[in-house]
């Protein structure tokens, strides 16, 4: 290995590759292959979203949830409304899951200058609190609406298998409901750090209904720079690109990087935001063209994640859980030979899924994009431009805002390399 | 008073090819895990810390499957910089869903899904035991977080854990589940490890026997029950889901061999 080089390691496999002769930043991803899309041709569709959220342990559900809208689609299933709610519920617990664990075990050490996220604990034990507590309440939403978090049992293309009684419901709410103030704390912890100034410029995408701030129910791709397209034709948004340096590939837009995840959402849909979600919002003024602004937008969107969470138990102890959500069909096979496409926002940004479907009911193809492809591009641009912006400044400050530009794009190398 | 100075033993947790939910299982273990992180020094956890101290270990967990040459070689290294070590999950302690895909099969799925220029980096996905010696393995996709509660307690109280000495059925019958059996659906319950909890039964979800085969399992008796109400294609899909890197899948299924079918 060459001296000159710098390499940060970033969660998962993968590491950016610093040559500092040239001031040049390369992404690299070494993670083994796992080829999922290869693994499930030839099973029957309801394995798909059984295989899939093995993808990723940390984003399992909203894998289990764009694979199932996937055979939903090529079979003209429609979920129940109550179904519709439970699984945004379940994408609610996923996002503050997925949120809580980065901001507070890997971001967080970076601003206080900790080795790790088990030492806030001694430092700063009010704030390693209130990430357990989140962490407590968003696992218990998981696992009593997945039947279990990491990698559901409960959820099925149609409806659900089992759902929670009135009883339980009232239990949950009434634990959601605590963590409110958690969430209010994330926001005001993380308003109070100081992000690096760097002028990236990253071209941000979302998808988007356009009526609420959605990560579910998403109809279109949206970017900062004016596109609109349906989430059903999300190949002709991402280009991927083999790079010889990874086994994760690289999503592009027209040639450009792909900023994806909570900065881009807010970007693109905080306008929908309400109540005090909104609010936090407002006041926070995030700079859209700073990467590092995105583990902001993350505690903003945590307590907008608690908020939904709440509604939408208090709406099913309302209304109750149609029955319909349960009853299945029988048999997933199409009538006549079908494609299915899958869309929703993952805690890390759009993630798609399109299978093809035969009559016996097995999928002959499958292609998935995951939102850290995406970001992967973006990353290295990003990357770039802290090099360009930093010339002045000592090696080892440059070394660090490295290290934390990565932290806050938050990759997941597993999702990358599926 | 005497002072006595009492060294923690030193755990480190690494992981190969996989989704890392066994070790987002281990950080859910919330409190648990910080009395486990008090009781031993975790000197190494890529996930969760800088700190990364190389060997000696008392104990290695390892989770994800070895799939590229990189991993097969940090394994053996790992190997002997450890008193213990465990497998973390089925990826690992089986090969897992990773282990769907064959060796064969994978040359057509790099050139299709990556292209005809494509080095690809991984060999075959394999369990730990392909290649060294084990000292527990720790099933299930994910983990379920008492057995690891379970299994480190017996390793720092200086005993080798050992398997459940039932299968899922047990289980799954006092969590009130009616028999997938009796339902005419197919189920590795009565031949899969417990431990679990019967989980995926009670979500509503099949058994793929994610807990590996029990120790004196009755298989052919199971193939026969399943064979009277389902056809072997289906039943040797749900055996490839986790079981496909065993011994007893390719015994059951090898196509060399004749089809288990009576």
Sequence with gaps: MQNHNFIAQIEGHGALDVNWDKNKAVLEVHEGERLFEGMVVGRPVEELYWITPRICGVCPVAHNLAAIKAVENALSLKPSLSAVLLRKLLMDAQMIQSHVLHLYFLALPDYLGLDSGLEVIKTHPIYFNQALELKRVSDLIADTIGGRGIHPTSTAAGGFHKVPSPETLKKLKKETKKILEAAESTVHLFSSLNYPEIKANPTLFSQVNRKTYEVYDIKYITSNKKLKEKSADFEKVIKEEIKPYSTAKFGYHKGKGMMVGSLARLNLQGNFLKGKAREFFKEASLNFQNPYHNNLAQAIETYHFVQEANEILDELIENGVDRETIQLPKEYKPTKASRGIGAVEAPRGGLYYEIEVDTKGLITECNIITPTVQNLSSMEESAQAVLDQTDSQAREKRMELLEMLVRAYDPCITCSVH | ?262
């Excluded at chain 2, 089986?94 to 060796?103: A, K, T, Y």
């Excluded at chain 2, 854990?161 to 197919?186: D, H, M, T, W």
Aim: a positive charge; aromatic letters at 10%.
């Design chain 2, 1 to 262: 008073m005497v002072s006595r100075v009492e060294l923690k033993p030193k755990v480190a947790i690494f992981d190969f090819t996989d989704c890392e939910g066994c070790e987002v299982a281990i950080v859910s273990l919330r409190e648990k895990l910080l009395e486990l992180a008090g009781e031993t020094e975790i000197v190494n956890w890529r996930l969760a810390q800088k700190r990364a101290d190389d060997g000696p270990y008392d104990i290695v967990l390892i989770e994800g499957t070895p799939v590229t040459q990189h991993e097969i070689d940090t394994l053996k290294f790992l190997r002997g910089q450890t008193k213990f070590l465990i497998g973390l999950g089925s990826c690992a302690t089986l090969g897992g869903i990773p282990g769907i895909i064959d060796r064969e099969a994978r040359t057509f799925w790099y050139k299709k899904i990556y292209g005809e220029k494509y080095k690809p980096r991984g060999i075959d996905a394999l369990p730990l035991t392909a290649y060294v010696k084990v000292d527990y393995l720790i099933h299930g996709c994910p983990v379920e977080k008492k057995e690891v509660l379970r299994v480190m307690a017996e390793l720092l109280a200086g005993k080798v854990p050992q398997g459940r000495g039932y299968s899922v059925c047990f289980e799954c019958k006092q969590a009130g589940n009616p028999c997938r059996l009796l339902e005419k659906k197919i189920c590795l319950g009565p031949i899969t490890q417990g431990g679990c909890g019967a989980i995926c039964i009670s979500g509503g979800s099949p058994c793929y026997g994610c807990f590996g085969i029990k120790e004196g399992a009755q298989i052919d008796n199971l193939l026969t029950t399943l064979y009277k109400f389902s056809d072997s294609q289906d039943v040797e899909r749900y055996f490839s889901m986790f079981l496909k890197k065993t011994p007893e899948y390719a015994r059951l299924f090898s196509k060399s061999k004749k089809n288990a079918k009576p």
